[in-house]
């Protein structure tokens, strides 16, 4: 009869004793654990397209004619990443500076103004590039714990039925206590990926707002040599 006690065991045998808490717990486990997969599959899918999106725009800036055509060509584009929403705000903006209309915004000049503009496109692309980290953290932080209250919710419960049945030989309590261990497994099994993305991610971001604070150097170059060369000539 031993080996058919044993043949019993599992994960199978431990949900169909769990009670009411211990099938709260793997419901959160399972909601973190799809939530998880679900950010780690999409974002990566985003920044696979936001990346060659971003490296077809450039190629196509740097290489697409003159600066005096440079307000139309980017209008005639669609604006589908990060590096052409910088292009595109931080031209209108200088557009709107040198119209030299009497508006608070362009009070302080071209300089201010397009400094301004650019670090509040690259404040909401940081923003958006955030988007789902906190889960991932989270899911990272908790489920291990989650699931170490779920091992020791599920030794209790099994002590518990074992000492109402009289059985307490170690046969009897190994199977359950380790059983119960399986809530543990599952907490580690749903925070490492998600630790793991994490860690990718927050490095990813790192580096994609550190060639988008690049090229907004870039352009307030550009754009205000190309307003100081024009001023000059005017001048002259």
Known sequence: MEPAVVEGLGFAHFLAQ????????????????????????????????????????????????????????????????AFARLALNAVDAAEEAAAGDDKLATAGGLAEYLTRTLNNTIDQEAAAAEHGLTVLASAGSAAPYIGLFGTVWGIYHALVQIGLSGQGTLDKVAGPVGEALIMTALGLAVAIPAVLAYNAFSRRNRLWLARLEGFAHDLYVLLTVKNETAGGARGG
């Open 18 to 81: 769990a009670d009411g808490v211990g099938r709260i717990v793997l419901g959160l486990l399972l909601l973190l654990s799809v939530a998880s997969w679900y950010l780690i599959v999409t974002k990566w899918l985003a920044n696979y397209l936001a990346q060659r999106q971003a490296s077809a725009f450039l190629a196509r800036f740097w290489q697409g004619g003159s600066r005096s055509g440079l307000g139309e060509r980017l209008r005639s584009e669609k604006v589908d990443n």
